[in-house]
């Protein structure tokens, strides 16, 4: 029995010695370090990071305002037992001897206090309070300027103006509204002429209208009375006979040496059969700047083309008033 034992435990040493041997040599076979395809690695456990408690900040106490009587002067005691400061305390040489104060009422202010002063014999001045009416201030109104008054004040100096109106046969047909229109604008310019200006009145029709013999000067009489004229300027006028012509007109109103020629007419001359623009530099010289106004006709009509022509050769304006207004 003791052999059969033996045997055993020596078979099953030599077992375990051979299973050792080749867990040995598989160990050796397979360990990372000799594997060059594989990763060596290192795991460290991060620690947290320490959170510092920060205490919450105590809200700032409002400081109260202290008031104190203007009246009593801030005093500072020097006392020797108070050293030197950037504040201002000054120490003394020598200790300064405690006295008490005069009085018992700690609440009474030391120092200096306020004085009353009465002047007796003074004259009393009496208070008036003026009492003024509101008034209301006036806006100043812009009076509205038309093309002719704008005209008339580019120009320098004083003027010598000239208002031609043409009552001739072909302006016969011409709706009253109309002729209106262009009487209300030359009577609204008379009131914007300036006193060293001058003005006078031409209508012409089967004879020839002067208003004044002379220019007129500007006042307030003269532009009221000459408004009233120009309002009534149809009734001045004789239809019968030969109608005079508006280049011909020119011609006489050229002897007065006008500086501005304000001319109301269809354009149509009655002398000469059609307009010929041939005639318009002749009969413009001497006639200063012809402001020609025309209503009742479109550009390209040969009357406002004549009077075009006028305006441009004497360096005026044409001012078909109907355009886009009237109807």
């Given at each position: 029995?003791?052999?059969?034992?033996?045997?055993?435990?020596?078979?099953?040493?030599?077992?375990?010695?051979?299973?050792?041997?080749?867990?040995?040599?598989?160990?050796?076979?397979?360990?990372?370090?000799?594997?060059?395809?594989?990763?060596?690695?290192?795991?460290?456990?991060?620690?947290?990071?320490?959170?510092?408690?920060?205490?919450?900040?105590?809200?700032?106490?409002?400081?109260?305002?202290?008031?104190?009587?203007?009246?009593?002067?801030?005093?500072?005691?020097?006392?020797?037992?108070?050293?030197?400061?950037?504040?201002?305390?000054?120490?003394?040489?020598?200790?300064?001897?405690?006295?008490?104060?005069?009085?018992?009422?700690?609440?009474?202010?030391?120092?200096?206090?306020?004085?009353?002063?009465?002047?007796?014999?003074?004259?009393?001045?009496?208070?008036?309070?003026?009492?003024?009416?509101?008034?209301?201030?006036?806006?100043?109104?812009?009076?509205?300027?038309?093309?002719?008054?704008?005209?008339?004040?580019?120009?320098?100096?004083?003027?010598?103006?000239?208002?031609?109106?043409?009552?001739?046969?072909?302006m016969q047909?011409?709706?009253?509204?109309?002729?209106?229109?262009?009487?209300?604008?030359?009577?609204?310019?008379?009131?914007?002429?300036?006193?060293?200006?001058?003005?006078?009145?031409?209508?012409?029709?089967?004879?020839?209208?002067?208003?004044?013999?002379?220019?007129?000067?500007?006042?307030?009489?003269?532009?009221?009375?000459?408004?009233?004229?120009?309002?009534?300027?149809?009734?001045?006028?004789?239809?019968?006979?030969?109608?005079?012509?508006?280049?011909?007109t020119l011609?006489?109103?050229?002897?007065?040496?006008?500086?501005?020629?304000?001319?109301?007419?269809?354009?149509?001359?009655?002398?000469?059969?059609?307009?010929?623009?041939?005639?318009?530099?002749?009969h413009a010289?001497?006639?200063?700047?012809?402001?020609?106004?025309?209503?009742?006709?479109?550009?390209?009509?040969?009357?406002?083309?004549?009077?075009?022509?006028?305006?441009?050769?004497?360096?005026?304006?044409?001012?078909?008033?109907?355009?886009?207004?009237?109807?």
């Amino acid at each position: 029995m003791r052999s059969k034992s033996s045997k055993a435990l020596l078979v099953s040493v030599l077992l375990h010695l051979g299973v050792g041997v080749l867990g040995l040599f598989y160990w050796f076979g397979t360990n990372p370090q000799r594997d060059t395809a594989s990763i060596n690695a290192i795991f460290i456990t991060e620690e947290k990071p320490k959170v510092r408690r920060i205490p919450r900040r105590k809200r700032v106490q409002a400081t109260q305002k202290r008031t104190r009587d203007v009246s009593q002067p801030r005093l500072k005691i020097l006392t020797s037992n108070q050293p030197a400061s950037t504040r201002g305390v000054v120490s003394a040489a020598e200790p300064a001897p405690f006295q008490p104060f005069d009085t018992d009422n700690l609440g009474e202010p030391v120092g200096p206090t306020t004085t009353n002063v009465e002047f007796d014999n003074i004259p009393q001045v009496e208070r008036k309070v003026i009492d003024r009416p509101f008034r209301k201030q006036k806006k100043t109104e812009t009076r509205h300027k038309s093309r002719l008054v704008k005209f008339i004040e580019a120009q320098e100096g004083p003027q010598r103006i000239v208002y031609c109106v043409d009552l001739s046969t072909s302006m016969q047909n011409l709706p009253p509204r109309k002729l209106k229109r262009i009487i209300d604008l030359m009577r609204d310019s008379l009131t914007f002429l300036e006193r060293h200006d001058s003005f006078n009145i031409v209508a012409f029709s089967a004879e020839l209208i002067v208003y004044q013999e002379d220019f007129v000067p500007v006042t307030e009489q003269t532009v009221a009375s000459s408004s009233n004229y120009l309002a009534d300027i149809q009734s001045q006028i004789h239809t019968d006979g030969t109608d005079h012509d508006m280049l011909t007109t020119l011609t006489e109103i050229s002897k007065t040496s006008p500086t501005i020629v304000v001319l109301f007419s269809d354009g149509i001359p009655t002398s000469i059969e059609g307009p010929d623009l041939t005639l318009v530099g002749e009969h413009a010289a001497g006639n200063g700047r012809i402001f020609a106004m025309g209503t009742g006709m479109a550009p390209n009509f040969p009357g406002a083309v004549m009077l075009k022509r006028l305006a441009t050769v004497s360096e005026g304006d044409l001012w078909l008033v109907d355009r886009a207004r009237i109807r």
